[in-house]
Every structure is written in structure tokens, then in C-alpha cells.
């Protein structure tokens, strides 16, 4: 992998330099991890005129789940356990010889580009912007295949839940028995904070567990994804407890598969973001549920759960092929509840087979 961070880095180098910049900083953990191979934490990556520095406040544990440090970088520990390993990549890149530093700035708080300036006051300081998110959107196949595991690991959590008994379990116990479940498959993690929704909580997004209990005839919506190697995916699914779906359910419930569905089939390289957005949406807003539905049909995933692209009504950009995407509408109605369907799909050309979808488990309305 050496060569694979290496080659990521070499990309950057000649973003900043054609800005006239020296040196670099990058301090956002997911993107350290993405050049560096791993991001303890606290630690910034200085790519430096003369050489390129991993510094971190203490020597790093070695977690799995922490990834690798490129064994290609220097990696130096700050005196002070406390210090900002930002501020001594500033000095170091000043002591260098370095006249101008770019630096994250939508990540840096106002305090710590202050510290940064009156550690090298000589530094011109420049805005490195999004350029490393830039570089993150398309996967290459080492990191589509950790997100493929992420999506199996998902899949077998969620089939192990659906064939447990349900009613009378709290949405708490099942989120919390999930993160269990995706543990023991292999993930390092959840890749983020696991939602049960059921009954007039359901279909709602980003619900919190909380500790009303499943019961028969309840709309159940899931949302959860594994974090494996940094890798993070997301699977949604909605199901209904303990006996036949009544007609609003199933009605609602075929209508979001539907938008779903137009979801994913609008997904190719070069077609706008908002398309996508607009292909889902259209289907539930000439329903009438325009009033219900997200901000969003859907966002990237990899080292982050919510990463560009963001397929919304005013996303600007083209999709490209290798870009790894969400698509999860859904509807809530307030006091009744609702659907939502997400899965994890990789956009592919149509001569690849067309979209290539990770997250594998049914999206029939199955009565659990």
C-alpha cells in the first residue's frame, strides 16, 4: 500500500504547489487516513519540502481498527503530550525553509489558524480547501473491496436480527444488539450511531432509539452500516411485525421502493448529482409527499458515512464511475409512521453492468 499512499500524495503535491504553496498540513483525521494510512488520534500530516512528517501527541497503539501508517513515512512524536501536532508541523515546515504553508481551513478552528501564524510568523498561510475530499471521491479497488466486506458484514447482522423473535424488544436493545452483531461478523465499529424506528417513529431519519417496545402491526425501520478497515457503509431497511401489512402500508411502502428503484437507475458516470436526486424524488412528490421527504436522496460513503457527493435538488457536479453513493428515500408520516430503503451502491458504467450494488438484503415488505 505503500505505493498507493505515496501515488495519493503525489496528486496533492501538485494541487497546492500550482498555488504557490511550499508545504501542506492536513489535519482532518479521515483525510490524514487517506494519506498517510492511518490517523491516531490528535495527528496531522505535514508533506513537507523536504520530506513528509506523520506527527501525532503519542506513539500510536496499533488498533486494527486505527489502520496502518505508511511504513514509507517518517512518523514523529511531539514533545509535549498536549501540544497541537498542527502547530509543530508549522514550526517544522518554517524551520525547512517553507515560505508559504497550506493548511485545511474548514477544518481548522479560528484558534488554531491563530496558533499556527504565531508559531511561524514568517509562513504565508494559504487555504489547502477541499482538494484531499476532491481526491477521496473516486475509490480505487483495494478501498471499493473494504467497502464491500462493510456492506456483507452489514448484511449478516441485519439477517441474524430479522430471524429473532422482535415484539415486546425495546429500539434501544436492537440498536445496541446490532453494533454487537456487526462486531462479531468482523467490523471495527458501527460506522455510525445505528437507528430502530418502529411504529410512528418509523421511517423517520436519524431516529435515536429509544425504549418503546416493537409491537404486531408496527412499521419497523432499520439503518445501520459496519466500519471495516475506516470503511464505512449504510443499509436501510423497513419491515412490518407480526402479521399481514394493512393497504396504507403496503401502498406506502411500494412507492418508496419505487423512487428507490429510480434511484439506482439513474445512477451512471456523468450524470448529475441532482438528477439522481430529481429521479427519486419525483416519484413520491407526484404522490403527494412532497411536504415529507429528506433534503437528501442520498450522499458518498468511504472513510467518512456522509462524504461527497450529495445527491440533492441543488448539488452541483457529474457523477464519475468508481464512486461509491446512498440511495435511501423514504416518507414519514407524523403519528402513523413510514419507509425508508438505503442501500450502498457503487456507480459503474453501463458496459460494467450498471450500478453495482453492495448492500444485498431484501427490500420485499416481509411481516417479521
Request: net charge negative.
Amino acid at each position: 500500500m505503500s505505493e498507493v499512499y505515496a501515488a495519493r500524495r503525489a496528486r496533492l503535491r501538485e494541487r497546492w504547489t500550482a498555488g504557490g504553496s511550499a508545504a501542506a498540513v492536513v489535519s482532518r483525521p479521515a483525510n490524514v487516513r487517506y494519506l498517510a494510512g492511518s490517523s491516531p488520534e490528535g495527528a496531522v500530516l505535514l508533506l513537507g519540502p523536504r520530506e513528509d512528517l506523520l506527527l501525532c501527541g503519542q506513539v500510536p497503539t496499533g488498533e486494527p481498527a486505527d489502520g496502518r501508517a505508511d511504513e514509507q513515512l517518517t512518523l514523529q512524536v511531539i514533545g509535549a503530550p498536549d501540544g497541537d501536532a498542527a502547530v509543530a508541523a508549522a514550526d517544522l515546515a518554517a524551520a525547512a525553509g517553507a515560505e508559504s504553508l497550506a493548511v485545511e481551513e474548514h477544518h481548522l478552528t479560528v484558534a488554531r489558524h491563530r496558533a499556527l501564524a504565531s508559531v511561524a510568523p514568517r509562513l504565508r498561510l494559504a487555504d489547502l480547501g477541499g482538494a484531499v475530499e476532491q481526491l477521496r471521491l473516486v475509490k480505487d479497488e483495494e478501498e471499493i473491496s473494504c467497502l464491500r466486506i462493510a456492506a456483507e458484514i452489514t448484511d449478516q447482522a441485519l439477517g441474524e436480527l430479522l430471524e429473532s423473535i422482535l415484539v415486546g424488544r425495546t429500539e434501544r436493545h436492537l440498536a445496541l444488539e446490532l453494533e454487537r452483531r456487526l462486531v462479531d461478523h468482523g467490523a471495527d465499529g458501527p460506522a455510525f450511531a445505528t437507528s430502530v424506528a418502529t411504529g410512528a417513529n418509523s421511517g423517520r431519519g436519524g431516529h435515536r432509539p429509544s425504549d418503546r417496545r416493537v409491537e404486531e402491526g408496527d412499521f419497523l425501520s432499520v439503518c445501520l452500516g459496519a466500519n471495516y478497515r475506516g470503511y464505512r457503509c449504510e443499509i436501510g431497511r423497513t419491515f412490518v411485525i407480526g402479521t399481514s401489512p394493512a393497504d396504507w402500508q403496503i401502498e406506502l411502502y411500494d412507492l418508496v421502493f419505487a423512487a428507490q428503484r429510480a434511484g439506482r437507475e439513474a445512477l451512471a458516470p456523468g450524470v448529475a448529482y441532482r438528477d439522481v436526486d430529481h429521479a427519486a424524488r419525483q416519484v413520491l412528490d407526484s404522490a403527494g409527499y412532497a411536504e415529507q421527504l429528506p433534503a437528501a436522496t442520498g450522499h458518498g460513503v468511504g472513510l467518512e458515512i456522509g462524504e461527497d457527493p450529495k445527491l440533492a435538488p441543488t448539488a452541483m457536479g457529474k457523477l464519475d464511475a468508481c464512486v461509491p453513493v446512498t440511495v435511501e428515500p423514504g416518507v414519514h408520516l407524523p403519528g402513523r409512521g413510514g419507509v425508508r430503503i438505503d442501500d450502498t451502491l457503487v456507480v459503474r458504467p453501463e458496459a460494467d453492468g450498471g450500478p453495482e450494488l453492495l448492500t444485498i438484503t431484501t427490500k420485499e415488505l416481509l411481516a417479521l
